[in-house]
């Protein structure tokens, strides 16, 4: 009895309009710094018609994107709340798959912008078998006092030990696949944020995205009674970890061919949830340089493909799909994002150089027997 689970971060999936740009130029997008704006109350008028005009497209495009994955049960990030996920259902997956996802379960994280992450289940698998819905429990409320996680890095971020740990939510939700039991822990952990104190962006923040890993892993480990017994029982850590421990790092240009080299990171809070054979990334049962789901860019001098998207399995789930190798559908990128040699793909209908895409990320979706 196989399932198919995917992860994906739809980027942005929202009910409402975001007026920030108003006051933070940094927030404001690039088409409306273009042009100059009276007041608030034009700048809103113009933003409302900026979204509106590219929304169509992109969820067109994210809903290809799902459709490609053909999942059974579908991790999501950024999503506003379950109205606007319903929304996107029925205006937009539902003319590619039909009704599909019927159960849909979100709850409210601790996400400045409002983004939480969301679950959408078929009733049954491809093959038949019923996928029930038992629980579902938000970790949201977690302090870093409460998993004694504090620490001198967090201090000098200015952060207090009373502080949530988690910057949107670990959702854990126990289903039964075919009658039998398997529980998600669906995440996205703390963005990198910008350089400070002389460090670069992902080290800066690095100290929050290991609290975070170190707090999932204590969620499971007391869940199951200890490491050891955890290890052993069916789960998946879906979601986006916004951290990787390898990356390709993109060199030269269109017209003299790029370069891809392949980067070790030292330290990622991957490892954290590693540690031990605990679980496995399945993605990392692909060829190094096929591995990513993100494409970063700041410019020619700063160019690499990463893994932010993650599917890990319990070191028994893992062992009993050892043949299991991860999708990454990539069709929805922009044609910006350079690809490594024989990976290049026909892009869907109306993506653009930047945008609209399907998201900035890319889906990850593997095929697991529930035994």
């Given at each position: 009895?196989?399932?198919?689970?995917?992860?994906?971060?739809?980027?942005?999936?929202?009910?409402?309009?975001?007026?920030?740009?108003?006051?933070?130029?940094?927030?404001?997008?690039?088409?409306?710094?273009?042009?100059?704006i009276e007041d608030e109350a034009h700048f809103r008028a113009l933003e409302?018609?900026?979204?509106?005009?590219?929304?169509?497209?992109?969820?067109?495009?994210?809903?290809?994107?799902?459709?490609?994955?053909?999942?059974?049960?579908?991790?999501?990030?950024?999503?506003?709340?379950?109205?606007?996920?319903?929304?996107?259902?029925?205006?937009?997956?539902?003319?590619?798959?039909?009704?599909?996802?019927?159960?849909?379960?979100?709850?409210?994280?601790?996400?400045?912008?409002?983004?939480?992450?969301?679950?959408?289940?078929?009733?049954?698998?491809?093959?038949?078998?019923?996928?029930?819905?038992?629980?579902?429990?938000s970790h949201a409320h977690v302090t870093f006092a409460d998993f004694d996680?504090?620490?001198?890095?967090?201090?000098?971020?200015?952060?207090?030990?009373?502080?949530?740990?988690?910057?949107?939510?670990?959702?854990?939700?126990?289903?039964?696949?075919?009658?039998?039991?398997?529980?998600?822990?669906?995440?996205?952990?703390?963005?990198?944020?910008?350089?400070?104190?002389?460090?670069?962006?992902?080290?800066?923040?690095?100290?929050?995205?290991?609290?975070?890993?170190?707090?999932?892993?204590?969620?499971?480990?007391?869940?199951?009674?200890?490491?050891?017994?955890?290890?052993?029982?069916?789960?998946?850590?879906?979601?986006?970890?916004?951290?990787?421990?390898?990356?390709?790092?993109?060199?030269?240009?269109?017209?003299?061919?790029?370069?891809?080299?392949?980067?070790?990171?030292?330290?990622?809070?991957?490892?954290?949830?590693?540690?031990?054979?605990?679980?496995?990334?399945?993605?990392?049962?692909?060829?190094?340089?096929?591995?990513?789901?993100?494409?970063?860019?700041?410019?020619?001098?700063?160019?690499?493909?990463?893994?932010?998207?993650?599917?890990?399995?319990?070191?028994?789930?893992?062992?009993?799909?050892?043949?299991?190798?991860?999708?990454?559908?990539?069709?929805?990128?922009?044609?910006?994002?350079?690809?490594?040699?024989?990976?290049?793909?026909?892009?869907?209908?109306?993506?653009?150089?930047?945008?609209?895409?399907?998201?900035?990320?890319?889906?990850?979706?593997?095929?697991?027997?529930?035994?």
């Amino acid at each position: 009895m196989s399932l198919r689970l995917a992860t994906f971060n739809v980027e942005n999936l929202m009910n409402r309009f975001d007026f920030s740009g108003f006051r933070n130029d940094l927030r404001r997008d690039r088409a409306l710094s273009l042009y100059e704006i009276e007041d608030e109350a034009h700048f809103r008028a113009l933003e409302q018609a900026r979204a509106v005009a590219l929304t169509d497209d992109a969820r067109q495009l994210t809903a290809l994107a799902i459709a490609e994955t053909r999942a059974d049960i579908l991790c999501l990030q950024e999503v506003d709340n379950l109205a606007a996920l319903k929304a996107f259902e029925y205006g937009y997956l539902f003319k590619m798959i039909g009704n599909g996802y019927r159960e849909k379960h979100s709850a409210s994280g601790n996400d400045a912008r409002g983004i939480d992450v969301a679950v959408m289940m078929r009733p049954e698998t491809a093959h038949g078998q019923p996928i029930e819905f038992v629980r579902m429990t938000s970790h949201a409320h977690v302090t870093f006092a409460d998993f004694d996680l504090y620490n001198q890095a967090l201090a000098e971020l200015g952060i207090e030990p009373q502080e949530r740990i988690f910057r949107r939510d670990c959702l854990e939700l126990d289903i039964k696949v075919g009658g039998r039991p398997l529980t998600l822990y669906v995440v996205h952990f703390k963005a990198m944020s910008p350089p400070r104190n002389g460090m670069d962006g992902r080290t800066a923040s690095m100290p929050v995205r290991i609290a975070e890993a170190s707090a999932v892993r204590r969620i499971i480990e007391n869940r199951f009674g200890g490491a050891e017994r955890a290890a052993e029982k069916r789960w998946v850590i879906c979601g986006d970890l916004n951290d990787y421990r390898e990356r390709v790092v993109i060199s030269g240009e269109a017209h003299l061919g790029y370069g891809f080299k392949p980067v070790r990171e030292v330290l990622s809070c991957v490892n954290t949830l590693t540690e031990g054979g605990f679980c496995e990334n399945l993605v990392e049962r692909r060829p190094e340089l096929d591995r990513w789901t993100l494409y970063h860019t700041r410019g020619p001098d700063e160019r690499h493909l990463c893994q932010l998207d993650y599917l890990l399995a319990s070191r028994a789930l893992a062992s009993r799909n050892a043949r299991a190798i991860p999708d990454i559908i990539r069709a929805g990128q922009p044609w910006r994002t350079i690809f490594p040699p024989g990976q290049d793909m026909p892009r869907y209908p109306r993506v653009g150089w930047d945008r609209p895409k399907a998201s900035d990320h890319c889906p990850v979706v593997a095929e697991l027997d529930i035994v």
